[in-house]
């Protein structure tokens, strides 16, 4: 069964900083497009973060880069996302997704495995 499992949320004050993690099972990660999207209340679902398969090449949304870094350990079949200086406007779930992929093309499409979405809230 394929399964993705995020954790690593929580409660942070702006400025602050979390790690996510994301472990997937029922699937190896070396041919998969991994990443993260978040939805805030009363927002669409927007795509945050995404690794590819083939290099490793990283793509972040232009609100978040500089502050967030994505990283895969194909080893432990998890993939990571480190959120430093964090703002009240990063306040979401946020879900890790992959897809079978090189360059993070599909990353997010219909044909995604999605996890269930961990809280990361920011606020003083």
């Known amino acids: 069964q394929v399964e993705l499992v995020e954790s690593g949320g929580g409660l942070v004050q702006p400025g602050g900083s979390l790690r996510l993690s994301c472990a997937a099972s029922?699937?190896?990660?070396?041919?998969?497009?991994i990443g993260w999207f978040r939805q805030a209340p009363g927002k669409e679902r927007e795509g945050v973060s995404c690794?590819?398969?083939?290099?490793?090449?990283?793509y972040y949304e232009d609100s978040v880069k500089g502050r967030f870094t994505i990283s895969r350990d194909n080893a432990k079949n998890t993939v990571y996302l480190q959120m430093n200086s964090l703002k009240t406007e990063d306040t979401a779930v946020y879900y890790c997704?992959?897809?079978?992929?090189?360059?993070?093309?599909?990353?997010?499409?219909?044909?995604?495995?999605w996890g269930q979405g961990t809280q990361v809230t920011v606020s003083s």
């Open positions: 690794v590819s398969s083939r290099d490793g090449r990283t």
């Open positions: 997704t992959a897809a079978m992929g090189y360059d993070c093309s599909g990353y997010g499409s219909d044909e995604s495995y």
């Open positions: 029922g699937f190896t990660l070396d041919d998969y497009d």
